[in-house]
Nanobody, 129 residues
Framework: VQVVESGGGLVQPGGSLRISCAASGFTDQPRAIGWFRQAPGKQREGISCIHYEDESTYYLDSVKDRFAVSRDNGKNTVYLQMNSLKPEDTAVYYC???????????????????????WGQGTQVTVSP
């Protein structure tokens, strides 16, 4: 079982980038695919997820109006479209197959971690002039 991220790169402030997460090998369907990021010197933070059952989507407040998560069922791939990128979006972006849950509560994005979650290796996104 694995998830593999791709599509990272260097983009100017205000620009757009779409990164992908390809999932394969799962016999039990995950609850959701989540997107996370970790900037240098900072803790990893959850930024978005999409549920398999109803394709409901959830976001961290700071990306809600700029990022959009979607899924291509035929390709078992989840995308994160990132618009109006800012230098503070610079980070390694990871996707994970989540077997717990994820969502929003009281304006805060949350997710639960389980031993069954599967993480990718990450893709670097750098926002710089």
């Amino acid at each position: 079982v694995q998830v593999v991220e791709s599509g990272g790169g260097l983009v100017q402030p205000g620009g757009s980038l779409r990164i992908s997460c390809a999932a394969s090998g799962f016999t039990d369907q995950p609850r959701a695919i989540g997107w996370f990021r970790q900037a240098p010197g900072k803790q990893r933070e959850g930024i978005s997820c999409i549920h398999y059952e109803d394709e409901s989507t959830y976001y961290l407040d700071s990306v809600k109006d700029r990022f959009a998560v979607s899924r291509d069922n035929g390709k078992n791939t989840v995308y994160l479209q990132m618009n109006s990128l800012k230098p503070e979006d610079t980070a390694v972006y990871y996707c994970a197959a989540i077997f717990g849950t994820c969502g929003e509560y009281d304006g805060t994005f949350f997710y639960t971690v389980t031993p069954y979650d599967t993480w990718g290796q990450g893709t670097q996104v750098t926002v710089s002039p």
